[in-house]
C-alpha cells in the first residue's frame, strides 16, 4: 500500500528547467521528511535536497543550490523539486524518499519511489 510515485522527468536542454513532483500514499505524510536523491550512471547514489516534515527546513547539496528549490503540500501528498539552469551534469535518475531522521543520508530513507530520468542534453 506504501507508494512514493516520481514523475514530471524527460529531457531537456542545458539551461532549461523541470519540476519533479513526488506523490506519496498509504503513510501519514506529514510524519515523514522527504529526500530527492539522483544517481547518475556508474556513481553512487547523491542527496540533492530534503525538505522537513511541515516544510520548514529544507537542505541542498553545494551542486544545486542557488538552482533547485523543494517544496512540499501536505494537504495534496506532494513534494516538489523545481530545478532551473540544468547542466549534463545533473542527467541522473531523481528518486524521492522518506524518513524520520533528518538528513541527506541515503541510509535514514527507508522507502523509496522508482525513479524518474532526468536528462539534460542539446
Known amino acids: 500500500q506504501l507508494q512514493l510515485v516520481e514523475s514530471g522527468g524527460g529531457l531537456v536542454q542545458p539551461g532549461g528547467s523541470l519540476r519533479l513532483s513526488c506523490t506519496a500514499s498509504?503513510?501519514?505524510?506529514?510524519?515523514?521528511?522527504i529526500g530527492w536523491f539522483r544517481q547518475a550512471p556508474g556513481k553512487e547514489r547523491e542527496g540533492v535536497s530534503c525538505?522537513?516534515?511541515?516544510?520548514?527546513?529544507?537542505n541542498y547539496a553545494d551542486s544545486v543550490k542557488g538552482r533547485f528549490t523543494i517544496s512540499r503540500d501536505n494537504a495534496k501528498n506532494t513534494v516538489w523539486l523545481q530545478m532551473n539552469s540544468l547542466t549534463p551534469e545533473d542527467t541522473a535518475v531523481y528518486y524521492c524518499?522518506?524518513?524520520?531522521?533528518?538528513?541527506?543520508?541515503?541510509?535514514?530513507?527507508?522507502?523509496w519511489g522508482q525513479g524518474t530520468q532526468v536528462t539534460v542534453s542539446s
Open positions: 525538505v522537513s516534515q511541515t516544510g520548514g527546513i529544507t
Open positions: 498509504g503513510f501519514t505524510f506529514g510524519a515523514y521528511h
Open positions: 524518499a522518506r524518513s524520520r531522521t533528518w538528513g541527506l543520508k541515503a541510509p535514514f530513507y527507508d522507502y
